[in-house]
């Protein structure tokens, strides 16, 4: 389990929840360097003190939450009550303030505050001036963070375009101003962010934080030891409104609540136990055993295996799924239906009919003629066992509901059809997680579909060429799009993040791709392409910058903050990072007859990459030892 997977269960057993901001999930600040061009996540001086909480960061202004505290005498509920802090760092303003560029949370904040965005030189512009407001710089702010920090760009992006002012050296406020580090790209902020939260020096600091808002230093004198006491009315569990029989001052305190927020539930009455260390990545652990590696940690000491693991004789390789006990392989035009991938779809006959068979008897059980209505079918999708997809010379996109009992099939019906291309869909993929569909034509247009409503979300544009193929990242929802050599990468938003003509000529179009899936924030994530000549091609991303021309009125227009992050364009590129060739690996030649890669796969372990050929055979590729 992940850091952030844990403090989401944590949030959720104390009552937080996304259904309520004024309990919304709060997750920790991590970070205290936003002005570094990189981090260095194994110094601890890059992150924040986990141990104290944000109105402690600074010896100083820790002083002055203490001189507070002791100078009000405990009232016993009144709103003068003895504490270190009379605001919240969590409450409906904050989260909504933190999310005003994207909607529904954008109407809730202009409700908030009277009908009106509040003065530009308030707003959430600048993710280094937050840090610096809650952490320094204003005593009416502790604020923590809330779980879109770590896996939703799109809050940090003014994409509506709505009006939100002008700050008072003249700068327009839009998107919202990232550290150097994440080189001008939300994409980048997040996955750095979401990195630094599951670093080795996080999850050993981790627990204390814990301590401080779910556990043993949430209340009581360990709370004041540890300078993190709160107003009375902000402590839910021992606070009693319905006992209240004065209505003015019980309409108080339910307003104070929701103006400031409460308190999570109190899970822990003992300290959190610290992590275990996370394993590292230098092979061995910490009692000198080997430890098994993904893959693409070592491109360049991968071998492939001698003999074929599968060899199938009807044809090429189409479809690799890694079971749990083997991998099962299935020829082209066949599709393996999930979760046990026991049965398969199959498509391409003379009569453009289609058929379920079981993958241990090799058999077909069942003949369909309905998708023969919509002519030949040349690809197909399955994101669940009661949904496939299909596309064809039609043009069309159909969607299907189908109920599989025991080697049965006891319908296939059409759901919906889908129009948007003006020919044949040459490839479709779906994903359950994201809910779309991606489909793919010889007209060069890619298409995102809604998988829930089945309706058109937007095209992803541009393509060179036909739609070879797609893949989509089941953990960032990144869609990769192949049109003959050339490779897009997009956002599941559409928004293009990279392309790269890989100019390998006719022999190198690209046939198949998938992405490593192992850890979403992991920067040694490739993607991996299979191509007409035989090759597997390893990309990688990397990030280029260029000074852009200095303006005389920049830095007044601008801000000095805005002008040092306008003072680089930064672009993200597709970098190829490795090629494996078997037959020049075996043979030290290359082959002119190289057989086609026609399907990829990983392996559950990720230590190993499954290559299926033209010629019906699936090799694997590891590390040495």
């Known amino acids: 389990m992940s850091n952030f997977q844990y403090l989401m269960h944590l949030n959720t057993m104390a009552g937080r929840t996304y259904n309520d901001l004024m309990q919304y999930p709060v997750l920790p600040w991590i970070l205290a360097d936003y002005h570094s061009e990189t981090l260095d996540l194994s110094s601890p001086a890059t992150f924040r003190d986990l141990s104290k909480p944000m109105g402690a960061q600074t010896d100083k202004r820790k002083e002055k939450f203490i001189e507070r505290y002791n100078e009000v005498e405990n009232n016993d509920g009144d709103l003068t009550a003895q504490c270190h802090y009379c605001t919240h ?124 808002i779910f556990g043993c230093k949430q209340q009581g004198q360990a709370a004041v030891d540890a300078v993190n006491t709160f107003h009375p009315y902000f402590y839910a569990e021992t606070l009693d409104t319905d006992s209240l029989r004065d209505p003015l001052k019980k309409t108080t305190i339910l307003g104070f609540i929701s103006n400031f927020g409460q308190i999570p539930r109190q899970l822990f009455t003992k300290p959190h136990p610290s992590r275990n260390s996370h394993k590292n990545t230098s092979g061995k652990d910490q009692s000198g055993n080997s430890l098994l590696l993904p893959f693409f940690y070592q491109l360049d000491k991968l071998k492939p295996s001698v003999q074929p693991l599968k060899e199938l004789i009807r044809g090429p390789v189409g479809h690799i799924v890694c079971g749990e006990k083997e991998i099962v392989v299935v020829e082209k035009n066949k599709l393996l239906i999930p979760p046990l991938w026991n049965y398969f779809f199959s498509w391409g006959f003379h009569d453009n009919t289609c058929a379920y068979g079981n993958y241990s008897t090799e058999k077909s059980f069942a003949v369909c003629e309905s998708p023969s209505d919509w002519g030949v079918s040349l690809c197909a999708a399955c994101p669940h066992p009661s949904t496939i997809i299909t596309g064809g010379a039609s043009s069309v996109l159909c969607v299907w509901d189908v109920s599989l009992g025991k080697d049965k099939l006891h319908h296939m019906r059409l759901r919906q059809a889908l129009y948007g291309h003006t020919d044949a869909v040459t490839c479709v993929e779906a994903s ?36 070879t193929a797609l893949a989509i990242n089941e953990l960032t929802g990144e869609i990769a799009s192949c049109a003959g050599p050339h490779l897009y990468l997009w956002t599941m938003k559409g928004q293009l993040l990279s392309c790269i003509d890989t100019s390998f000529g006719p022999e190198g179009a690209i046939l198949c791709c998938c992405f490593t899936q192992l850890r979403e924030w992991d920067p040694r994530n490739v993607v991996i392409t299979g191509c007409a000549d035989g090759i597997i091609r390893i990309w990688k991303t990397e990030y280029t910058s260029a000074q852009l021309p200095s303006h005389e009125e920049g830095p007044q227009s601008l801000g000095q903050e805005n002008a040092d992050a306008a ?36 392996s559950r372990d990720h230590c190993g ?17």
């Open 89 to 212: 760092y969590s409450s409906a303003i904050i989260v909504a303030s933190l999310l005003v560029r994207m909607e529904p949370f954008s109407q809730t904040f202009l409700s908030l505050q009277g009908g009106s965005f509040d003065v530009a030189d308030r707003m959430f512009h600048s993710v280094k001036k937050e840090w610096e407001s809650a952490s320094r710089d204003n005593m009416s702010d502790v604020r923590e963070l809330i779980p879109e920090f770590y896996y939703l760009p799109d809050f940090l992006v003014n994409s509506n375009n709505f009006e939100l002012g002008r700050m008072q050296d003249g700068t327009p406020l839009g998107d919202v101003v990232l550290p150097p580090w994440a080189k001008g790209d939300p994409q980048e902020f997040i996955r750095i962010h979401r990195e630094a939260l599951e670093s080795d020096y996080v999850s050993s600091q981790l627990h204390l934080w814990i301590d401080l």
């Open 432 to 467: 359950q997680a994201y809910g779309v569909i991606v489909s793919g034509s010889c007209d060069r247009t890619c298409i995102l579909w809604d998988l829930q409503e089945l309706s058109y979300i937007t095209q992803l544009p541009g393509h060179a060429a036909g739609i």
């Open 567 to 602: 003072g680089k364009d930064w672009e993200r590129h597709l970098v190829l990072s490795q090629e494996l060739n078997r037959s020049r690996t075996v043979s030290r030649r290359r082959y002119k007859n190289n057989p086609a890669v026609t399907a990829l796969a990983i």
């Open 609 to 625: 990459l499954f290559v299926g050929d033209a010629w019906g055979r699936v090799f694997s590729w590891t590390y040495e030892g």
